[in-house]
């Protein structure tokens, strides 16, 4: 989301998509930084700071009356579904 072209087609697309992570339900290399869910000490720390910036950046690509479209679903240890919705 912050990527040159992000920032360029902020409040420009009609359709946002994605199916993000599921914290650490899929955990494919546990020391690389590039998986979310090694970059946050706990569930709480990544909802604030990869779930919700994620949210926040869809919503902010989003033209007006544009859709957002979250593939997401609670795993052990983790409610995805009640935080994604606040």
Not at 1 to 30: F, H, I, Q
Not at 55 to 69: E, H, K, R, S, T
């Amino acid at each position: 989301m912050r990527s040159k072209t992000a920032r360029a087609l902020r409040g420009r697309v009609s359709l946002v998509m994605t199916s993000p992570p599921y914290w650490n339900a899929e955990n494919y290399d546990t020391s690389s930084r590039r998986q979310s869910a090694n970059r946050y000490a706990d569930y709480p720390e990544w909802r604030e700071g990869f779930l919700r910036p994620l949210i926040q950046g869809a919503y902010d690509l989003a033209c007006p009356g544009g859709v957002f479209c979250l593939n997401i679903a609670d795993v052990e240890g983790a409610r995805l579904e009640r935080d994604a919705a606040r």
